[in-house]
């Protein structure tokens, strides 16, 4: 059923599909406030074996694939000792890793869901680390106000994109840069190219990681099916199931059949 209904927002009007992605992510952070889900990604794994691991403490490492994902956006700048937002922060799990482990001077969560931002505050209290709501395409930030804009498959749900990114664009301090990762179908993300070459920022790095999401899916799907049944109800479980992209779900076959397309892009102001 989600599925069907993630495939079908894409159809309607801009503003109604952003309101009933507000009223799901306020329903999920309101209906279940479970303190160890704290990400809503798909993951990201390192294609190379040889790779080096990333260095997590033992509390972090069932959210490894999660962080992953947050670690390879991150890592288009370097984040120490700035002042970084993460619009769309969602559960707030990836704001508390950039804030725990990369160092900015302030890390600001803002989401449109007043729930996801009530939970996220309770749940994480990590020095320089605050959520506030807000809306990614009227951003109450002064202009010039931050050095990074970090976004994580979150665009997909707002009404217009290039509204988002002019306000991306205005936020950040001259130099600044936007880290940002998020999926289209395949038609779709051509034009996100075209918007991003618009946008009055340099495009610095475009990557296709969505070999390394499928790898993700595929790595922690036994985990996640897991959890799943763990918490919600058998009515639901198929609709979770779907929305968590698991193995034989329409999105990860959509993933990896390339149908869909994850993109990592790196711009600065």
């Not at 899916?217 to 099916?225: A, F, G, P, S, V």
């Amino acid at each position: 059923m989600l599925t069907k209904l993630f495939l079908a927002l894409n159809q309607l009007s801009p503003n109604i599909k952003r309101e009933l992605w507000r009223q799901w992510y306020q329903f999920l952070a309101g209906r279940y406030p479970i303190q160890e889900w704290t990400f809503m990604n798909y993951g990201y794994a390192p294609l190379d074996s040889q790779a080096a691991r990333l260095a997590l403490s033992p509390q972090d490492e069932a959210d490894r694939y999660f962080i992953q994902l947050y670690h390879h956006v991150a890592s288009g700048a370097d984040l120490a000792g700035l002042d970084v937002v993460e619009v769309g922060s969602g559960r707030g799990g990836g704001a508390s890793y950039v804030a725990r482990y990369l160092k900015p001077k302030t890390m600001l969560g803002i989401d449109f869901s007043e729930q996801a931002v009530r939970f996220s505050n309770r749940q994480h209290r990590v020095a320089g680390l605050s959520f506030s709501q807000g809306d990614a395409e009227n951003l109450s930030l002064d202009d010039a106000h931050v050095d990074v804009v970090i976004n994580v498959e979150s665009s997909h749900c707002y009404a217009s994109i290039e509204t988002f990114f002019r306000e991306v664009q205005r936020v950040l301090r001259p130099g600044g840069y936007f880290l940002y990762a998020d999926f289209r179908g395949k038609e779709d993300a051509t034009l996100l190219h075209h918007q991003l070459h618009h946008s009055g920022m340099t495009l610095l790095q475009e990557q296709d990681v969505t070999a390394n999401v499928v790898r993700s899916l595929e790595l922690d799907n036994e985990r996640k099916q897991a959890l799943i049944q763990r918490y919600f109800p058998k009515w639901l479980l198929r609709s979770f199931q779907d929305f968590a992209a698991v193995k034989g779900s329409k999105i990860y076959e959509g993933f990896r059949s390339r149908q869909m397309l994850y993109k990592y892009y790196v711009l600065q102001k």
